[in-house]
Protein backbone atom coordinates (compact mmCIF):
# COMPACT_ATOMS: atom_id res chain seq x y z
CA UNK A 1 0.00 0.00 0.00
CA UNK A 2 2.66 2.43 1.03
CA UNK A 3 4.88 1.50 -2.44
CA UNK A 4 1.20 2.21 -4.25
CA UNK A 5 1.44 5.57 -2.54
CA UNK A 6 4.85 6.44 -3.84
CA UNK A 7 3.81 5.59 -7.11
CA UNK A 8 1.16 7.47 -7.29
CA UNK A 9 2.95 10.68 -5.78
CA UNK A 10 5.89 9.54 -8.48
CA UNK A 11 3.39 9.76 -11.40
CA UNK A 12 1.87 12.52 -9.73
CA UNK A 13 4.78 14.87 -9.87
CA UNK A 14 6.29 13.64 -13.67
CA UNK A 15 2.60 14.98 -14.50
CA UNK A 16 3.47 18.20 -12.81
CA UNK A 17 6.90 18.51 -14.23
CA UNK A 18 6.26 17.78 -17.24
CA UNK A 19 3.15 20.52 -17.27
CA UNK A 20 5.82 22.91 -15.92
CA UNK A 21 8.29 22.02 -19.31
CA UNK A 22 5.56 22.04 -21.52
CA UNK A 23 4.31 25.11 -20.03
CA UNK A 24 8.35 26.75 -19.92
CA UNK A 25 8.50 25.78 -23.71
CA UNK A 26 5.13 27.59 -24.52
CA UNK A 27 6.46 30.38 -22.65
CA UNK A 28 9.80 30.42 -24.18
CA UNK A 29 7.90 30.53 -27.51
CA UNK A 30 6.08 34.09 -26.60
CA UNK A 31 9.81 35.31 -26.56
CA UNK A 32 9.77 37.91 -24.02
CA UNK A 33 10.50 35.28 -21.38
CA UNK A 34 12.80 37.44 -18.46
CA UNK A 35 12.64 35.59 -15.45
CA UNK A 36 12.62 31.61 -15.51
CA UNK A 37 12.93 29.88 -12.66
CA UNK A 38 12.46 26.72 -10.89
CA UNK A 39 12.64 24.50 -7.48
CA UNK A 40 15.01 21.54 -6.97
CA UNK A 41 11.99 19.87 -5.64
CA UNK A 42 8.18 20.38 -6.19
CA UNK A 43 7.42 17.90 -3.11
CA UNK A 44 8.46 18.30 0.30
CA UNK A 45 7.56 15.11 1.83
CA UNK A 46 6.97 14.73 5.18
CA UNK A 47 7.85 11.09 6.35
CA UNK A 48 8.34 9.47 9.75
CA UNK A 49 12.20 10.51 9.83
CA UNK A 50 11.87 14.35 9.03
CA UNK A 51 13.26 17.03 10.47
CA UNK A 52 13.46 19.79 7.95
CA UNK A 53 14.25 20.13 4.49
CA UNK A 54 16.18 22.52 2.30
CA UNK A 55 14.98 23.50 -0.93
CA UNK A 56 16.93 25.06 -4.19
CA UNK A 57 15.69 27.13 -6.07
CA UNK A 58 17.49 28.70 -9.08
CA UNK A 59 16.43 30.36 -12.04
CA UNK A 60 18.12 32.99 -14.82
CA UNK A 61 17.36 36.53 -16.02
CA UNK A 62 17.35 38.07 -19.74
CA UNK A 63 19.90 40.50 -18.23
CA UNK A 64 21.23 42.69 -15.19
CA UNK A 65 18.78 42.99 -12.09
CA UNK A 66 17.74 42.10 -9.09
CA UNK A 67 15.56 38.78 -7.96
CA UNK A 68 13.26 38.81 -4.86
CA UNK A 69 12.03 35.58 -3.87
CA UNK A 70 8.70 35.24 -1.94
CA UNK A 71 7.75 32.00 -0.44
CA UNK A 72 4.12 31.79 1.21
CA UNK A 73 2.31 29.05 2.97
CA UNK A 74 -1.42 28.19 2.88
CA UNK A 75 -3.28 30.99 3.93
CA UNK A 76 -5.76 30.73 7.02
CA UNK A 77 -7.58 32.22 10.03
CA UNK A 78 -5.34 32.69 13.17
CA UNK A 79 -6.62 33.91 17.01
CA UNK A 80 -4.00 36.15 18.73
CA UNK A 81 -5.00 36.01 22.49
CA UNK A 82 -3.51 38.53 25.38
CA UNK A 83 -3.17 37.32 28.57
CA UNK A 84 -3.77 40.54 31.55
CA UNK A 85 -3.49 39.73 35.14
CA UNK A 86 -6.76 38.63 36.61
CA UNK A 87 -6.93 38.36 40.72
CA UNK A 88 -3.05 37.70 40.37
CA UNK A 89 -3.13 34.98 37.73
CA UNK A 90 -2.53 35.64 34.06
CA UNK A 91 -5.01 34.43 32.35
CA UNK A 92 -6.55 35.08 28.54
CA UNK A 93 -8.91 38.25 28.32
CA UNK A 94 -8.79 39.77 24.70
CA UNK A 95 -8.33 37.98 21.31
CA UNK A 96 -8.23 39.73 17.84
CA UNK A 97 -9.18 37.26 14.98
CA UNK A 98 -7.10 37.54 11.81
CA UNK A 99 -8.16 36.33 8.12
CA UNK A 100 -5.97 34.80 5.45
CA UNK A 101 -2.39 34.46 7.59
CA UNK A 102 0.08 32.49 5.91
CA UNK A 103 1.23 29.58 7.58
CA UNK A 104 4.71 30.21 6.48
CA UNK A 105 6.34 33.55 5.07
CA UNK A 106 10.03 33.60 4.39
CA UNK A 107 11.51 36.59 2.00
CA UNK A 108 15.09 36.13 0.02
CA UNK A 109 16.66 38.93 -2.03
CA UNK A 110 19.71 39.58 -3.66
CA UNK A 111 20.22 43.36 -2.44
CA UNK A 112 18.48 44.71 0.27
CA UNK A 113 15.06 45.56 -0.50
CA UNK A 114 14.80 49.38 0.45
CA UNK A 115 17.89 50.15 -2.35
CA UNK A 116 15.89 48.22 -4.93
CA UNK A 117 12.15 49.37 -4.77
CA UNK A 118 10.09 51.99 -3.00
CA UNK A 119 7.69 51.59 -0.54
CA UNK A 120 4.43 51.80 -3.12
CA UNK A 121 5.74 48.87 -4.35
CA UNK A 122 6.58 47.38 -1.40
CA UNK A 123 3.21 47.46 -0.47
CA UNK A 124 1.75 46.10 -3.68
CA UNK A 125 3.22 42.91 -4.01
CA UNK A 126 3.35 42.09 -0.33
CA UNK A 127 7.17 42.40 0.25
CA UNK A 128 9.03 41.66 3.51
CA UNK A 129 7.11 41.21 7.10
CA UNK A 130 5.75 44.65 7.40
CA UNK A 131 4.27 44.95 4.48
CA UNK A 132 2.12 41.84 5.01
CA UNK A 133 -1.60 42.31 4.75
CA UNK A 134 -3.83 40.80 7.37
CA UNK A 135 -7.18 41.57 7.89
CA UNK A 136 -8.38 41.78 11.81
CA UNK A 137 -12.24 41.49 12.52
CA UNK A 138 -11.36 43.71 15.25
CA UNK A 139 -12.46 47.65 15.04
CA UNK A 140 -9.22 48.54 17.93
CA UNK A 141 -7.26 51.76 17.91
CA UNK A 142 -4.28 51.48 15.39
CA UNK A 143 -1.72 50.97 18.24
CA UNK A 144 -3.92 48.27 19.88
CA UNK A 145 -4.35 46.22 16.69
CA UNK A 146 -0.37 46.97 15.75
CA UNK A 147 0.39 45.11 19.17
CA UNK A 148 -1.68 42.42 18.20
CA UNK A 149 -0.48 41.79 14.32
CA UNK A 150 3.16 42.19 15.52
CA UNK A 151 2.00 39.25 18.40
CA UNK A 152 0.97 36.86 15.70
CA UNK A 153 4.88 37.95 13.70
CA UNK A 154 6.75 36.99 17.04
CA UNK A 155 4.95 34.05 17.84
CA UNK A 156 5.37 32.69 14.41
CA UNK A 157 8.77 33.69 14.24
CA UNK A 158 9.76 31.93 17.27
CA UNK A 159 7.96 29.04 15.81
CA UNK A 160 10.70 29.19 12.81
CA UNK A 161 7.58 29.84 10.16
CA UNK A 162 8.43 33.85 9.55
CA UNK A 163 11.73 34.05 8.36
CA UNK A 164 13.76 36.33 11.32
CA UNK A 165 15.48 37.87 8.61
CA UNK A 166 15.87 38.54 4.50
CA UNK A 167 17.41 35.59 2.72
CA UNK A 168 19.85 35.98 0.45
CA UNK A 169 19.72 35.39 -3.52
CA UNK A 170 22.92 34.69 -5.16
CA UNK A 171 23.58 35.44 -8.50
CA UNK A 172 26.31 33.73 -10.75
CA UNK A 173 27.47 36.24 -13.02
CA UNK A 174 24.59 38.45 -14.25
CA UNK A 175 22.45 36.09 -15.09
CA UNK A 176 22.02 32.77 -13.30
CA UNK A 177 20.71 33.25 -9.62
CA UNK A 178 19.66 30.84 -6.89
CA UNK A 179 18.94 30.68 -3.26
CA UNK A 180 18.56 27.69 -0.80
CA UNK A 181 15.15 28.05 0.95
CA UNK A 182 14.97 25.90 4.41
CA UNK A 183 11.63 24.44 5.64
CA UNK A 184 11.86 23.43 9.57
CA UNK A 185 10.41 20.10 10.80
CA UNK A 186 7.02 21.84 11.95
CA UNK A 187 6.53 22.93 8.63
CA UNK A 188 2.60 23.10 8.15
CA UNK A 189 1.34 21.29 5.19
CA UNK A 190 -0.46 22.18 1.88
CA UNK A 191 0.25 23.96 -1.20
CA UNK A 192 2.89 26.85 -1.17
CA UNK A 193 3.53 29.31 -3.73
CA UNK A 194 7.10 30.59 -4.62
CA UNK A 195 7.14 34.09 -6.14
CA UNK A 196 10.10 35.63 -7.91
CA UNK A 197 10.25 38.63 -9.23
CA UNK A 198 12.43 40.08 -11.63
CA UNK A 199 13.21 44.12 -10.20
CA UNK A 200 14.69 47.09 -12.09
CA UNK A 201 14.71 50.30 -12.20
CA UNK A 202 12.89 50.61 -8.74
CA UNK A 203 10.06 48.35 -10.26
CA UNK A 204 8.60 44.76 -10.47
CA UNK A 205 9.32 44.21 -14.43
CA UNK A 206 8.16 40.42 -14.35
CA UNK A 207 7.49 38.00 -12.27
CA UNK A 208 6.74 34.05 -12.17
CA UNK A 209 4.97 31.83 -9.91
CA UNK A 210 5.87 28.36 -8.69
CA UNK A 211 3.50 26.17 -6.75
CA UNK A 212 5.37 23.81 -3.52
CA UNK A 213 3.48 20.85 -2.17
CA UNK A 214 4.21 19.89 1.70
CA UNK A 215 2.29 16.53 2.04
CA UNK A 216 2.74 13.74 4.36
CA UNK A 217 4.31 10.72 3.24
CA UNK A 218 4.17 7.18 3.44
CA UNK A 219 3.02 5.68 7.38
CA UNK A 220 2.38 9.61 9.28
CA UNK A 221 -0.06 10.32 5.95
CA UNK A 222 -1.23 6.92 6.40
CA UNK A 223 -2.11 7.68 10.41
CA UNK A 224 -3.30 11.49 9.96
CA UNK A 225 -5.61 10.42 6.76
CA UNK A 226 -6.95 6.83 9.63
CA UNK A 227 -7.23 9.58 12.42
CA UNK A 228 -9.19 12.39 10.47
CA UNK A 229 -11.26 9.88 8.10
CA UNK A 230 -12.53 7.20 10.67
CA UNK A 231 -12.34 8.81 13.98
CA UNK A 232 -14.04 6.44 15.71
CA UNK A 233 -12.36 3.20 14.54
CA UNK A 234 -8.91 4.94 15.06
CA UNK A 235 -10.27 5.11 18.58
CA UNK A 236 -10.98 1.84 19.16
CA UNK A 237 -7.94 1.02 17.61
CA UNK A 238 -5.93 2.95 19.46
CA UNK A 239 -7.44 1.69 22.88
CA UNK A 240 -7.18 -2.04 21.28
CA UNK A 241 -3.19 -1.40 20.52
CA UNK A 242 -2.81 -0.27 23.37
CA UNK A 243 -4.29 -2.82 25.99
CA UNK A 244 -2.39 -5.59 23.38
CA UNK A 245 0.75 -3.68 23.83
CA UNK A 246 0.32 -3.61 27.94
CA UNK A 247 -0.41 -7.01 27.83
CA UNK A 248 2.64 -8.19 26.08
CA UNK A 249 4.66 -6.08 28.22
CA UNK A 250 2.98 -7.85 31.29
CA UNK A 251 3.70 -11.02 29.89
CA UNK A 252 7.14 -10.47 28.52
CA UNK A 253 8.20 -9.17 32.39
CA UNK A 254 6.62 -12.22 33.80
CA UNK A 255 9.82 -14.08 34.86
CA UNK A 256 12.10 -11.27 35.10
CA UNK B 1 16.87 10.22 16.64
CA UNK B 2 14.54 12.56 15.29
CA UNK B 3 10.47 11.07 15.11
CA UNK B 4 8.06 12.86 13.16
CA UNK B 5 4.36 12.71 15.14
CA UNK B 6 1.78 12.92 12.34
CA UNK B 7 -0.87 14.48 14.48
CA UNK B 8 1.01 16.40 16.56
CA UNK B 9 2.67 17.79 13.48
CA UNK B 10 5.99 18.04 14.95
CA UNK B 11 9.18 16.33 14.99
CA UNK B 12 10.37 15.19 18.49
CA UNK B 13 13.75 13.26 19.87
CA UNK B 14 12.26 9.21 20.36
CA UNK B 15 14.73 8.95 22.96
CA UNK B 16 13.77 11.92 25.15
CA UNK B 17 10.08 10.22 24.72
CA UNK B 18 10.76 7.04 25.36
CA UNK B 19 12.18 8.13 28.55
CA UNK B 20 9.35 10.15 29.75
CA UNK B 21 7.29 7.06 29.04
CA UNK B 22 9.75 5.21 30.97
CA UNK B 23 10.53 7.69 34.13
CA UNK B 24 6.21 8.19 34.36
CA UNK B 25 5.50 4.10 34.11
CA UNK B 26 8.09 3.47 36.94
CA UNK B 27 6.32 6.22 39.29
CA UNK B 28 2.93 4.57 38.05
CA UNK B 29 4.00 0.85 38.76
CA UNK B 30 5.60 2.07 41.76
CA UNK B 31 2.39 4.12 43.56
CA UNK B 32 -0.37 2.53 41.43
CA UNK B 33 -1.48 6.16 39.99
CA UNK B 34 -1.71 6.70 35.89
CA UNK B 35 0.96 9.19 36.18
CA UNK B 36 -1.15 11.41 33.52
CA UNK B 37 -0.63 14.54 36.19
CA UNK B 38 2.99 14.28 35.22
CA UNK B 39 2.72 13.35 31.60
CA UNK B 40 0.49 16.44 30.64
CA UNK B 41 2.85 18.84 31.88
CA UNK B 42 6.07 16.99 30.46
CA UNK B 43 4.58 17.24 27.24
CA UNK B 44 3.85 20.24 26.60
CA UNK B 45 6.87 21.58 28.11
CA UNK B 46 8.59 19.80 24.89
CA UNK B 47 6.24 21.38 22.74
CA UNK B 48 3.50 19.29 22.47
CA UNK B 49 -0.31 21.02 22.09
CA UNK B 50 -2.37 20.91 24.83
CA UNK B 51 -5.36 19.25 23.44
CA UNK B 52 -2.85 16.93 22.04
CA UNK B 53 -0.77 15.92 24.95
CA UNK B 54 -4.12 15.03 27.17
CA UNK B 55 -5.61 13.11 24.19
CA UNK B 56 -2.51 11.00 23.33
CA UNK B 57 -1.34 10.36 26.69
CA UNK B 58 -5.08 8.60 28.67
CA UNK B 59 -3.98 6.03 25.34
CA UNK B 60 -1.05 5.61 26.94
CA UNK B 61 -2.46 5.21 30.61
CA UNK B 62 -4.57 2.39 28.72
CA UNK B 63 -1.49 0.27 28.18
CA UNK B 64 0.63 1.50 31.35
CA UNK B 65 -2.49 0.52 33.39
CA UNK B 66 -3.17 -2.93 31.43
CA UNK B 67 0.78 -3.90 32.32
CA UNK B 68 0.75 -2.77 35.72
CA UNK B 69 -2.83 -4.69 36.54
CA UNK B 70 -1.17 -8.10 35.32
CA UNK B 71 1.73 -7.40 37.38
CA UNK B 72 -0.47 -6.80 40.53
CA UNK B 73 -2.92 -9.22 39.71
CA UNK B 74 -0.53 -12.51 39.93
CA UNK B 75 0.58 -11.35 43.47
CA UNK B 76 -3.28 -10.97 43.83
CA UNK B 77 -3.74 -7.35 44.56
CA UNK B 78 -6.55 -6.75 43.05
CA UNK B 79 -10.28 -6.32 44.68
CA UNK B 80 -12.51 -6.50 41.64
CA UNK B 81 -15.63 -6.54 43.05
CA UNK B 82 -14.72 -3.44 44.93
CA UNK B 83 -13.31 -2.07 40.78
CA UNK B 84 -16.39 -2.91 39.53
CA UNK B 85 -18.17 -0.92 42.06
CA UNK B 86 -15.80 2.14 41.46
CA UNK B 87 -16.22 1.92 38.23
CA UNK B 88 -20.13 2.43 38.30
CA UNK B 89 -19.33 5.78 39.87
CA UNK B 90 -16.43 6.47 37.33
CA UNK B 91 -19.10 6.27 34.54
CA UNK B 92 -21.57 8.97 35.72
CA UNK B 93 -18.58 10.69 36.91
CA UNK B 94 -17.02 10.48 33.11
CA UNK B 95 -20.64 11.56 31.90
CA UNK B 96 -20.75 14.62 34.55
CA UNK B 97 -17.40 15.87 33.67
CA UNK B 98 -17.85 15.90 29.50
CA UNK B 99 -21.18 18.34 30.78
CA UNK B 100 -19.12 20.22 32.60
CA UNK B 101 -16.08 20.61 30.38
CA UNK B 102 -18.72 21.72 27.43
CA UNK B 103 -19.79 24.75 29.96
CA UNK B 104 -16.35 26.16 30.78
CA UNK B 105 -15.63 25.81 26.80
CA UNK B 106 -18.60 27.85 25.84
CA UNK B 107 -17.20 30.11 28.44
CA UNK B 108 -13.70 30.39 26.50
CA UNK B 109 -11.64 29.41 30.05
CA UNK B 110 -11.20 25.57 29.64
CA UNK B 111 -7.43 26.22 29.99
CA UNK B 112 -7.01 28.33 32.98
CA UNK B 113 -9.41 26.23 34.64
CA UNK B 114 -7.49 23.22 33.75
CA UNK B 115 -4.43 24.93 35.34
CA UNK B 116 -6.46 25.61 38.44
CA UNK B 117 -8.28 22.23 39.09
CA UNK B 118 -4.29 20.56 39.08
CA UNK B 119 -3.08 23.44 41.07
CA UNK B 120 -5.96 23.02 43.65
CA UNK B 121 -6.03 19.17 43.44
CA UNK B 122 -2.47 18.33 43.25
CA UNK B 123 -1.93 21.02 45.93
CA UNK B 124 -4.21 19.72 48.55
CA UNK B 125 -3.91 16.08 48.19
CA UNK B 126 -0.24 16.22 48.00
CA UNK B 127 -0.16 18.42 51.14
CA UNK B 128 -2.53 16.31 52.67
CA UNK B 129 -0.68 13.11 51.97
CA UNK B 130 3.02 15.03 53.01
CA UNK B 131 1.82 15.64 56.39
CA UNK B 132 0.49 12.51 57.15
CA UNK B 133 3.34 10.38 55.55
CA UNK B 134 5.79 12.78 57.73
CA UNK B 135 3.85 12.04 61.04
CA UNK B 136 3.64 8.21 60.16
CA UNK B 137 7.70 8.44 59.55
CA UNK B 138 7.95 10.07 62.58
CA UNK B 139 5.97 7.52 64.53
CA UNK B 140 7.86 5.04 63.39
CA UNK B 141 10.82 6.70 64.84
CA UNK B 142 9.94 7.22 68.18
CA UNK B 143 8.56 3.57 68.77
CA UNK B 144 7.10 5.07 72.29
CA UNK B 145 4.76 6.60 70.87
CA UNK B 146 0.69 6.21 71.39
CA UNK B 147 -0.92 3.87 68.64
CA UNK B 148 -3.39 5.27 66.54
CA UNK B 149 -6.93 3.53 66.46
CA UNK B 150 -6.76 0.89 64.00
CA UNK B 151 -10.19 1.85 62.34
CA UNK B 152 -12.26 5.81 63.13
CA UNK B 153 -15.63 5.67 62.65
CA UNK B 154 -16.61 8.79 60.91
CA UNK B 155 -20.32 9.70 59.67
CA UNK B 156 -19.05 8.17 55.92
CA UNK B 157 -19.13 5.55 57.57
CA UNK B 158 -22.77 5.77 58.44
CA UNK B 159 -24.73 5.74 54.76
CA UNK B 160 -26.95 2.91 53.57
CA UNK B 161 -26.58 0.01 50.73
CA UNK B 162 -23.95 -1.40 53.00
CA UNK B 163 -21.75 -4.19 51.41
CA UNK B 164 -19.44 -6.37 51.80
CA UNK B 165 -15.86 -6.66 50.06
CA UNK B 166 -14.17 -9.97 51.19
CA UNK B 167 -11.01 -9.48 49.45
CA UNK B 168 -10.55 -5.88 51.16
CA UNK B 169 -12.42 -6.94 54.44
CA UNK B 170 -14.54 -4.36 54.44
CA UNK B 171 -17.88 -3.91 55.02
CA UNK B 172 -19.05 -0.33 54.10
CA UNK B 173 -21.30 1.64 52.35
CA UNK B 174 -21.31 0.91 48.23
CA UNK B 175 -21.74 4.77 47.70
CA UNK B 176 -18.48 5.14 49.20
CA UNK B 177 -16.39 3.94 46.39
CA UNK B 178 -18.81 4.47 43.65
CA UNK B 179 -18.67 8.28 44.83
CA UNK B 180 -14.63 7.90 44.80
CA UNK B 181 -14.67 6.26 40.85
CA UNK B 182 -17.38 8.95 40.30
CA UNK B 183 -15.27 12.45 41.05
CA UNK B 184 -12.10 9.94 39.16
CA UNK B 185 -14.52 9.76 36.22
CA UNK B 186 -14.98 13.52 36.06
CA UNK B 187 -11.22 13.99 36.41
CA UNK B 188 -10.38 11.85 33.46
CA UNK B 189 -12.91 14.02 31.13
CA UNK B 190 -12.00 17.18 32.64
CA UNK B 191 -8.44 16.93 33.30
CA UNK B 192 -7.65 14.11 30.85
CA UNK B 193 -5.76 12.17 33.84
CA UNK B 194 -6.43 8.97 35.17
CA UNK B 195 -7.25 10.29 38.14
CA UNK B 196 -5.12 7.87 39.99
CA UNK B 197 -3.37 10.38 42.44
CA UNK B 198 -7.05 11.06 43.62
CA UNK B 199 -7.99 7.38 44.00
CA UNK B 200 -5.25 5.85 45.78
CA UNK B 201 -5.25 8.53 48.72
CA UNK B 202 -8.74 8.15 48.74
CA UNK B 203 -9.30 4.31 49.19
CA UNK B 204 -6.49 4.83 51.86
CA UNK B 205 -8.10 7.51 54.00
CA UNK B 206 -12.21 7.03 53.38
CA UNK B 207 -12.30 3.07 52.70
CA UNK B 208 -9.30 2.05 54.75
CA UNK B 209 -8.38 -0.24 52.28
CA UNK B 210 -5.66 -2.65 52.95
CA UNK B 211 -2.68 -0.60 51.60
CA UNK B 212 -1.38 -3.21 49.44
CA UNK B 213 -4.60 -3.70 47.35
CA UNK B 214 -5.07 -0.04 46.75
CA UNK B 215 -2.37 0.55 44.10
CA UNK B 216 -4.17 -2.72 41.88
CA UNK B 217 -7.98 -1.63 42.41
CA UNK B 218 -7.22 1.48 41.35
CA UNK B 219 -5.22 0.58 37.77
CA UNK B 220 -7.88 -1.99 37.27
CA UNK B 221 -10.68 1.07 37.23
CA UNK B 222 -8.01 3.07 35.11
CA UNK B 223 -7.83 1.23 32.40
CA UNK B 224 -11.91 1.21 31.97
CA UNK B 225 -11.81 5.19 32.12
CA UNK B 226 -8.79 6.17 30.30
CA UNK B 227 -10.22 3.73 27.36
CA UNK B 228 -13.44 5.58 27.47
CA UNK B 229 -11.46 8.79 27.04
CA UNK B 230 -9.01 8.03 24.51
CA UNK B 231 -12.22 6.58 22.12
CA UNK B 232 -14.02 10.14 23.38
CA UNK B 233 -11.30 12.23 22.55
CA UNK B 234 -10.05 10.28 19.14
CA UNK B 235 -13.82 10.72 17.88
CA UNK B 236 -14.83 14.04 18.56
CA UNK B 237 -11.19 16.31 18.64
CA UNK B 238 -9.22 13.84 16.61
CA UNK B 239 -6.32 14.34 19.46
CA UNK B 240 -4.83 11.09 19.84
CA UNK B 241 -1.30 10.85 18.20
CA UNK B 242 -0.82 6.87 17.67
CA UNK B 243 2.77 7.53 17.20
CA UNK B 244 3.34 9.65 20.10
CA UNK B 245 1.15 6.99 22.38
CA UNK B 246 3.44 4.25 20.59
CA UNK B 247 6.49 5.78 21.74
CA UNK B 248 5.19 6.74 25.61
CA UNK B 249 3.84 3.52 26.17
CA UNK B 250 6.56 1.14 24.92
CA UNK B 251 8.46 3.56 27.73
CA UNK B 252 5.67 3.11 29.90
CA UNK B 253 5.39 -0.45 30.25
CA UNK B 254 9.13 -1.01 30.74
CA UNK B 255 8.90 1.40 32.88
CA UNK B 256 6.01 0.24 34.93
CA UNK B 257 7.63 -3.17 35.13
CA UNK B 258 10.58 -2.24 37.33
CA UNK B 259 8.48 0.07 39.43
CA UNK B 260 5.88 -2.62 40.33
CA UNK B 261 9.15 -4.24 41.85
CA UNK B 262 10.47 -1.05 43.31
CA UNK B 263 7.05 -0.36 45.05
CA UNK B 264 6.82 -4.08 47.07
CA UNK B 265 9.82 -3.27 48.56
CA UNK B 266 9.05 0.08 49.65
CA UNK B 267 7.01 0.83 53.12
CA UNK B 268 3.89 2.27 52.90
CA UNK B 269 4.75 5.81 54.58
CA UNK B 270 7.79 6.17 52.70
CA UNK B 271 6.17 5.79 48.95
CA UNK B 272 3.44 7.75 49.69
CA UNK B 273 5.88 10.30 51.65
CA UNK B 274 7.97 9.85 47.78
CA UNK B 275 4.88 10.28 46.01
CA UNK B 276 3.57 13.14 47.97
CA UNK B 277 6.70 15.13 47.62
CA UNK B 278 6.29 14.95 44.11
CA UNK B 279 2.27 15.74 43.65
CA UNK B 280 3.47 19.02 45.28
CA UNK B 281 6.49 19.99 43.36
CA UNK B 282 4.34 19.59 40.37
CA UNK B 283 1.44 21.96 42.00
CA UNK B 284 4.18 24.71 42.68
CA UNK B 285 5.27 24.38 38.94
CA UNK B 286 1.66 24.69 37.33
CA UNK B 287 0.94 27.54 40.09
CA UNK B 288 4.45 29.38 39.52
CA UNK B 289 3.25 29.16 35.68
CA UNK B 290 -0.11 30.93 36.56
CA UNK B 291 1.28 33.91 38.94
CA UNK B 292 4.04 34.68 37.08
CA UNK B 293 4.78 36.88 34.26
CA UNK B 294 4.82 35.11 30.84
CA UNK B 295 7.47 36.00 28.65
CA UNK B 296 5.00 36.90 25.71
CA UNK B 297 1.31 38.00 26.92
CA UNK B 298 -0.11 36.84 23.32
CA UNK B 299 -0.21 33.45 22.24
CA UNK B 300 -1.32 32.68 18.58
CA UNK B 301 -3.87 29.86 17.72
CA UNK B 302 -3.79 28.70 13.70
CA UNK B 303 -7.25 27.54 12.88
CA UNK B 304 -10.66 28.29 13.78
CA UNK B 305 -10.32 27.93 17.62
Excluded at chain 2, 270 to 296: C, E, G, N, Q, Y
Amino acid sequence: MMAGVRKRRLIQGAAALAGLLLGGTVAATVWAQQLVADLSSHLIAITTGFTGTEVVLFGTTDGAGDVAIVVTGPRGPATVRRKQRVAGMWMNTDSVRFEQVPSFYTVAVSRPLDQLVGRPVLERQQLGLPQLQLPADATLPPDELAAYRNALIRNKQRQGLYAISMGQVAFLGERLFRTNIYFPANVPTGLYNVEALLIRDGDVVSAQTTPLVVSKIGFSAEVSDFARNRPVIYGVAAVVGAIAAGWAAGAAFRRV
Amino acid sequence: MQVYLPIAEMSVNALLVLGMGWLVGFLSGMFGVGGGFLMTPLLIFIGVPPAIAVGTQANQLVAASVSGVLAHWRRGNVDVKLGVVMLGGGVVGTAVGVWIFGILQRLGQIDIAITLSYVFFLGTIGGMMLVESSRAILRRRAPTAKRGKLHRHIWLHGLPFKMRFQRSKLYISALLPAGIGAVGGMLVAIMGIGGGFLLVPAMIYLLNMPAGLVAGTSLFQIIFTTAAATLLQAATNQTVDAMLALLLLIGGVIGAQFGTKAGTRLRGETARMALSLIVVAVALKLAWDLFSRPDDLFTLTMGLR
